[in-house]
T-cell receptor, first 112, second 114 residues
Framework: GEDVEQSLFLSVREGDSSVINCTYTDSSSTYLYWYKQEPGAGLQLLTYIFSNMDMKQDQRLTVLLNKKDKHLSLRIADTQTGDSAIYFCAETPAGNNRKLIWGLGTSLAVNP | DTAVSQTPKYLVTQMGNDKSIKCEQNLGHDTMYWYKQDSKKFLKIMFSYNNKELIINETVPNRFSPKSPDKAHLNLHINSLELGDSAVYFC?????????????FGPGTRLTVT
């Protein structure tokens, strides 16, 4: 079946890089997404990657996709306290592109 | 110029009551969703409508009834509220053209059942 897994917690020091990992099971996924949820707010799309790409960079964010291992990661360079949030990984299964399969979210704590 | 809006933002009610949450999107999207986020922040899809037609209906008690009067609105009515219904409910919408077709989320409605 379709499943997306993430570790639940990550703690880093301000200024360090954060790497949030995600594994998925559907090898025919078309798009994979990273969403950010700040406390008390809704989810915002951070970035996404199409399945035929290996890497995507957007300012401090780097997304790496390893299709062979079905592994997706989000690297945040120079992590700031404002990056403290829950980060959700999600995929679009090829058979139903109107539905997203969500991970449980990784809570990132940035310590000064 | 809010993209996806929900009302109310907070809702406190007693067990057994019936309540509704409203959602509107001004993005011109065809597909809308309701999600439930529990106290552990786990996100679970409940329903989805495409052009007023129900396309996703996950295992949700039939006390929950979505209604889509037009493609810009998706409301959620909950009958006979229970303590376990306490959660944050998010509405989202998604376009059907373009590449990534990401979902856009509303700010959430925090429902507390006492």
């Amino acid at each position: 079946g379709e499943d997306v897994e993430q570790s639940l917690f990550l703690s880093v020091r301000e200024g360090d890089s954060s790497v949030i990992n995600c594994t998925y099971t559907d090898s025919s996924s078309t798009y994979l997404y990273w969403y950010k949820q700040e406390p008390g707010a809704g989810l915002q799309l951070l970035t996404y990657i199409f399945s035929n790409m290996d890497m995507k960079q957007d300012q401090r964010l780097t997304v790496l996709l390893n299709k062979k291992d079905k592994h997706l990661s989000l690297r945040i360079a120079d992590t700031q306290t404002g990056d403290s949030a829950i980060y959700f990984c999600a995929e679009t299964p090829a058979g139903n592109n109107r539905k997203l399969i969500w991970g449980l979210g990784t809570s990132l704590a940035v310590n000064p | 110029d809010t993209a996806v809006s929900q009302t109310p933002k907070y809702l406190v009610t007693q067990m057994g009551n019936d309540k509704s949450i409203k959602c509107e999107q001004n993005l011109g999207h065809d597909t809308m969703y309701w999600y439930k986020q529990d106290s552990k922040k786990f996100l679970k899809i409940m329903f989805s409508y495409n052009n007023k037609e129900l396309i996703i209906n996950e295992t949700v008690p039939n006390r929950f009834s979505p209604k889509s009067p037009d493609k810009a609105h998706l409301n959620l009515h909950i009958n006979s509220l229970e303590l376990g219904d306490s959660a944050v409910y998010f509405c989202a919408s998604r376009g059907t053209s373009g590449g990534a077709r990401e979902q856009y989320f509303g700010p959430g409605t925090r429902l507390t059942v006492t």
